[in-house]
Each structure stands twice: as C-alpha cells, then as structure tokens.
C-alpha cells in the first residue's frame, strides 16, 4: 500500500516528536503516551462529529482495526526497514 506523501510527513513529526520525548532511555512511557493520545484524540474526534452511544461499538472496532493494520504493516516493513537500536 502507497501512503501520499502529506500523510508519511505527519507521521514522521509525531516520531520526531516522540524520539526527543524518549531521550534518556524513556521509549516505553513515550510508547504508552503515544498510545493514549492516539485513544484520546480519535474519542475526542468521533464525539466532536456528532457520534452517538450507538456508534461507539462500531467506532472502536474501526480504530482498533486501524491500529492492528498500521502496527502490522510497519512490523513487515511496509513503509521501510525498521531501524533497530545498535548494541
């Protein structure tokens, strides 16, 4: 699958962001802040959009699926090599 080049962009200042946050040996805080903002922001959106109790079931099955594919997809390389820590 082909990200458009704004969308890889953004991406990539949100890791910015988060390897200056993890400076000092802090990745897995960071990681789980990550995590909750993300959590945050989508329930901020989807109440902001008029979604109603009803829709939030179907809601978090959406994000969810999102999070599986995109954590799937970057383990198998599919935006480019992972760059592991060297020992």
Not at 3 to 16: E, S
Not at 53 to 77: C, H, M, P, W
């Amino acid at each position: 699958m082909a990200y458009p080049p704004d969308f890889l962009k953004r991406v990539d200042q949100f890791i910015a962001l988060a390897n200056q946050m993890a400076e000092g040996g802090l990745q897995g805080e960071v990681s789980a802040a990550i995590l909750f903002a993300a959590g945050r922001y989508n329930a901020f959106n989807f109440l902001s959009n008029e979604g109603s109790e009803q829709d939030q079931a179907t809601a978090v099955d959406f994000y969810v699926s999102e999070y599986r594919k995109a954590i799937v997809s970057n383990l198998e390389g599919a935006v480019g090599p992972l760059v592991k820590p060297q020992s």
